[in-house]
């Protein structure tokens, strides 16, 4: 059974840091997408950044602007989202999912993706 589960959300004040993690369990492929994406309240998903498994492609929404960075550790089926320089309206509930396309990597339109984990809360003070 694929379980994927975010982990490292909580409060920051305004220009702080947060590190996200998403591991995968129980995915057999080695060739695939992991997405990030988030909701805000009474908004609409939408996509933050992916990383390919086998092609190491990144891609990013265009509002992040270099602040965030993502990253793989495929020994530990492990994906990272570094978010620097952190913004009130980055609060959210962030979510990582899976592309099982594989490479080339597609991007972040939301389905594409399955396999979503229960998402981990970021809350930026002002």
């Known amino acids: 059974e694929v379980h994927v589960v975010e982990s490292g959300g909580g409060l920051v004040q305004a220009g702080g840091s947060l590190r996200l993690s998403c591991k995968v369990t129980g995915f057999t492929r080695d060739d695939y997408t992991i997405g990030w994406f988030r909701q805000a309240p009474g908004k609409k998903r939408e996509g933050v950044s992916c990383?390919?498994?086998?092609?190491?492609?990144?891609k990013y929404a265009n509002f992040i602007k270099g602040r965030f960075t993502v990253s793989s550790d495929n020994a530990e089926n492990t994906v990272y989202l570094q978010m620097n320089s952190l913004k009130p309206e980055d609060t959210a509930t962030y979510y990582c999912a899976i592309d099982m396309s594989g490479a080339p990597t597609r991007g972040l339109l939301d389905w594409w993706y399955e396999y979503w984990g229960q998402g981990t809360q970021v809350t930026v003070s002002a």
């Open positions: 990383i390919g498994r086998t092609d190491g492609v990144t």
